[in-house]
């Protein structure tokens, strides 16, 4: 009975089973980008961009349209091998219809789409492409890191564990939705057969709020999209080499860097080594912040000279 559960579910765990390798796409997404941006930033070529008989817009495009084939063409290959193999085998598709096929598709090419395009749009404000990258890169992450930290802090202030406990479960769901890295992954769920006294377990995949996680992306990919185009037509190609192309940005990475390292220095300090004293978590948080911004500033005017 055990194999015929397992023969229901084979093709679903083999198909969304959340490898590496996902990770492994999203890194080479981040470094289609830098690539992308490498002409534009080098200061030995941004008269030449400049002076060429193209619209700044339509070289944009070009670029983001570049990016986006580059990541869907491997996935459409991927499904069409998929796809074969499924019809090739489909007496053993025993209740997996074709639309798993469909549904690990969309997610993951949407998925890499819109970190894509979210990097592209910092690059477009940014005149560093690797350091545009990884800023971009941390951003993505950031609120969720930002979050789990907010967590000791709930543990330390409410001493009722059953309350505490409630908060922090709310708080893991938000920071597992909003962080973009992991909106592909699945969820396992376990189908159970019940002989007897013996029951026995299967776990398969599913994706939850799946629609809206597909309205989601293609929403991050339209914003990012007009603000990629937006940002680059007001690039000003003498500042390349500078790590901030708009001032409203500067302000955002001085003081999401100050609250980002502030949070970080008071987990790891306030709470790992002085025993959650609430003193030393504030002091902490006080000093990683302060140090957060002078060092982003400092980085700021160092790349503006």
């Not at 940002?231 to 790590?243: A, P, S, V």
């Given at each position: ?16 089973e959340?490898e ?24 030995s ?45 489909l ?23 819109a ?9 477009t ?9 990884i ?18 802090f ?6 009722n ?8 479960k709310?708080?893991n769901?938000?920071s597992?939705?909003?962080?973009l ?25 599913i ?8 309205v ?24 390349n ?9 500067e ?11 502030g ?28 140090l ?8 700021i005017?160092?790349?503006?000279k």
């Amino acid at each position: 009975m055990n194999y015929n559960l397992y023969k229901k579910y084979w093709f679903n765990n083999s198909l969304n089973e959340f490898e590496p390798w996902i990770f492994g796409v999203i890194i080479l997404t981040i470094v289609l980008a830098i690539i992308l941006f490498q002409s534009e930033r080098n200061g030995s070529t941004y008269s030449l961009i400049a002076s060429m008989p193209f619209k700044r817009s339509e070289v944009i495009k070009t670029k983001w349209l570049t990016g986006m084939l580059a990541i869907t063409l491997p996935f459409i290959i991927t499904f069409v091998v998929i796809s074969v193999f499924y019809f090739i085998n489909l007496k053993w598709m025993i209740e997996q219809p074709f639309s798993l096929i469909l549904n690990w598709l969309f997610i993951n090419i949407f998925t890499c789409i819109a970190i894509f395009s979210f990097i592209f749009f910092i690059e477009t404000i940014m005149g560093q492409n690797i350091s545009a990258a990884i800023v971009g890169s941390l951003i993505l992450t950031a609120p969720s890191g930002c979050l789990s930290i907010i967590n000791e802090f709930i543990i330390t202030h409410i001493q009722n564990p059953l309350t505490y406990s409630l908060i922090i479960k709310e708080i893991n769901t938000i920071s597992q939705n909003i962080l973009l890295y992991t909106s592909s992954k699945p969820t396992f769920k376990f189908d159970e057969l019940v002989i007897g006294d013996n029951h026995i377990q299967q776990h398969y995949y599913i994706y939850y709020n799946y629609g809206l996680k597909i309205v989601v992306l293609l929403f991050l990919i339209g914003i990012t999209y007009l603000l990629s185009i937006y940002c680059y037509n007001k690039n000003q190609f003498e500042m390349n080499g500078y790590l901030v192309l708009f001032k409203p940005f500067e302000y955002i990475l001085k003081f999401g860097v100050a609250i980002c390292l502030g949070l970080l220095c008071s987990a790891v300090l306030g709470v790992g080594y002085s025993d959650g004293s609430l003193l030393a978590m504030y002091s902490f948080l006080l000093i990683g912040s302060i140090l957060g911004y002078l060092v982003t500033n400092k980085a700021i005017n160092y790349f503006a000279k």
